[in-house]
């Protein structure tokens, strides 16, 4: 493996990753055709109506994520992704028939419950196809990049399809296209999912992703970074339009210009995430990040309150800000599955999933009232300052020499998980002494004090303070 090993020379990453673009595309158009819907429904309350989309969205992510990525070692992961794929289909294809905005309510809650208990699982499944962690990094910048072409690319063809169709016919196109990504995930040769130790019901699963995930420094203090993130994107997803049209007298060309001005430096930061990484890290390159991000917020509230608001200059702080977001958040993913035992990535990457959106729907409330309550400077100097602040809690809570391997002890205790007899903690007799496959029963583990990659799982409860340290 060399660091010039392209992800896309693995046939599966190459299935999902188009799966991915493909569903990215009709998701797209769904969130324009929602918007044109909920204006056909609701009229001037339609605004009302895509707010509360948008807090059921965040609620079925928080809600359902967790429960999915728990269990979801329980169940085959193909036909998990096939099946809700085609449930996306279904659902979405229901949408052009409603007529009552509860209907839209119900729909999209389901739907939103379905890709919260898809993406977590499809998320845990790329690092097993990209064992490399330099193809990793690079397969989350390109999935990075896909997400910023596809809010760039997807109201440019909504708007070239509603010159030959009606908007419900854009719901149609993204049925099809959930449609395809089931297609592409049933040719993909999905790894088998590693054995857990873990036991125990659907409470227990539920919760050991999130419990173990608190529990790691290195993890909390990337959810102060998400939390960051979340309120400075925030700002640009709520408030751009606001800056715009209200404040800098522009047209809908400049509202589209500003946003596609964050995603051009959301793209670059994505090029650049593979070669910086390697230089300073991780930590460094997020904290960078979101600093960035953090004081370009800042000075656009500095702006607005010494009335020296421009075009230009605002264009480049969105720039700064899309650029600054991206090194902030999308080395997450290694963080996770450096964080996770093999058999439990499923769990940490839907606590990632879950507690990440908690942010988002935190910021749409406070950046997007203080808009429209206060005045949009307010917005600005709370959005850069939440993110300063949570910068702060995550350089306390992120170790600076965050190692992987930790010295720890071991009291003596019994135990039953899979296990076999080629490593020291498992030499015992029984019948099946001469098995060489994971096989399970209760046994005693003896204390020991070693030192491993430590990750929270159902043997190490606690994370070590000092080498050392009984776990």
């Known amino acids: 493996m060399t660091s010039n090993l392209s992800p896309f020379s693995k046939p599966a990453f190459r299935h999902l990753f188009s799966a991915q673009i493909t569903s990215l595309i ?21 605004g009302r109506v895509l707010g509360s989309i948008l807090v059921l969205k965040m609620v079925a992510y928080l809600v359902i994520a967790p429960v999915a990525g728990g269990m979801a070692h329980l169940l085959p992961r193909r036909m998990w992704l096939v099946g809700l794929d085609v449930l996306r289909a279904a659902i979405v294809l229901c949408l052009p028939f409603v007529d009552q905005v509860w209907q839209i309510f119900v729909l999209v809650f389901v739907v939103n419950a379905a890709s919260a208990a898809f993406t977590p699982v499809f ?28 809010n760039l690319a997807s109201p440019a063809l909504a708007a070239a ?26 040719t993909a040769q999905i790894p088998q999912a590693a054995p857990t130790d873990r036991t125990g019901g659907i409470y227990a699963n539920t919760v050991f992703g999130i419990v173990a995930y608190l529990k790691t420094p290195r993890l909390r203090g990337l959810l102060a970074v998400y939390f960051a993130v979340s309120s400075v994107g925030a700002m640009i997803i709520v408030n751009t339009v606001v800056l ?14 500003f946003l596609a001005c964050a995603g051009a430096g959301s793209m670059c930061a994505a090029f650049l995430i593979p070669r910086l990484i390697e230089r300073v890290g991780e930590r460094h390159l997020m904290l960078a990040g979101i600093v960035a991000a953090a004081v370009a917020m800042l000075l656009g509230g500095v702006l607005m309150i010494s009335d020296l608001a421009s075009v230009f200059a605002f264009a480049v702080l969105w720039l700064i800000t899309g650029a600054g977001t991206t090194f902030a958040q999308t080395p997450g993913g290694r963080l996770v599955q450096r964080s996770a035992g093999d058999g439990d990535r499923s769990a940490f990457f839907a606590a990632n999933f879950a507690l990440s959106h908690g942010g988002w729907l935190f910021a749409y409330g406070i950046v997007g009232w203080l808009g429209s309550l206060a005045d949009l400077s307010a917005a600005f100097l709370a959005s850069g300052g939440i993110a300063i602040g949570s910068v702060i809690v995550a350089v306390m809570l992120w170790p600076k020499e965050d190692r992987l391997e930790i010295k720890h002890s071991h009291p003596g205790f019994w135990h039953e998980h899979p296990h076999d007899h080629n490593d020291p903690h498992h030499v015992h007799v029984h019948e ?15 204390p020991v004090t070693h030192k491993h990659r430590f990750v929270i799982d159902s043997h190490h409860t606690k994370w070590p303070m000092e080498s050392g340290d009984r776990v």
């Open 244 to 257: 715009t049209r209200g404040i800098l007298g522009g047209t809908e060309l400049l509202t589209t210009s």
């Open 161 to 186: 399809l509603l010159v030959v169709w009606s908007f419900g016919s854009l719901f149609l196109a993204n049925s099809l296209t959930f449609a395809i990504s089931a297609l592409l995930i049933m």
């Open 26 to 46: 009709g998701t797209g158009l769904t969130t324009v055709a929602l918007s044109l819907l909920a204006y056909d429904l609701a009229g001037d309350d339609a």
């Open 123 to 150: 998320q845990a499944i790329i690092p097993e196809v990209l064992p490399d962690e330099k193809a990793y990094t690079k397969g989350l910048s390109y999935a990075r990049l896909a997400y910023d072409l596809e």
């Open 432 to 446: 099946h002494a001469a098995e060489t496959d994971k096989h399970r029963h209760r046994h005693f583990h003896p």
